[in-house]
């Protein structure tokens, strides 16, 4: 038995959540790791906006916040929107792996 996926609405409303979000947390990530470690918050911006291997790691950490997203979503029973955060979500896999990986 197969189920097909069907795109609609609610699933692009849910990619879009899961594509932004994590780009809204990166700061509040940045400052908590500055925090926790004494470091500068510029610090830690500029090395950031600097170092391709420490903005992958970054952004790794701040896609942790869209499991809250998909939680809340998935216990109100808004399957479509929970399965668009994942997508969304997943979106930065390709970029985490490149920088990981093969470079």
């Given at each position: 038995?197969?189920?097909?996926?069907?795109?609609?609405?609610?699933?692009?409303?849910?990619?879009?959540?899961?594509?932004?979000?994590?780009?809204?947390?990166?700061?509040?990530?940045?400052?908590l790791i500055a925090w926790s470690q004494n470091?500068?918050?510029?610090?830690?911006?500029?090395?950031?906006?600097?170092?391709?291997?420490?903005?992958?790691?970054?952004?790794?950490?701040?896609?942790?916040?869209n499991l809250l997203w998909f939680y809340m979503?998935?216990?109100?029973?808004?399957?479509?929107?929970?399965?668009?955060?994942?997508?969304?979500?997943?979106?930065?896999l390709p970029y985490i792996v490149y920088i990981?990986?093969?470079?």
């Open positions: 038995m197969t189920r097909k996926i069907k795109w609609n609405a609610r699933m692009t409303v849910g990619t879009i959540i899961g594509v932004i979000s994590p780009f809204l947390f990166i700061p509040l990530t940045i400052g470091y500068m918050f510029s610090t830690l911006w500029t090395k950031f906006q600097n170092d391709i291997m420490v903005q992958s790691k970054f952004i790794s950490l701040s896609i942790i916040p979503f998935l216990n109100r029973e808004r399957y479509d929107i929970a399965r668009g955060i994942i997508i969304g979500s997943a979106l930065f990981n990986l093969i470079r």
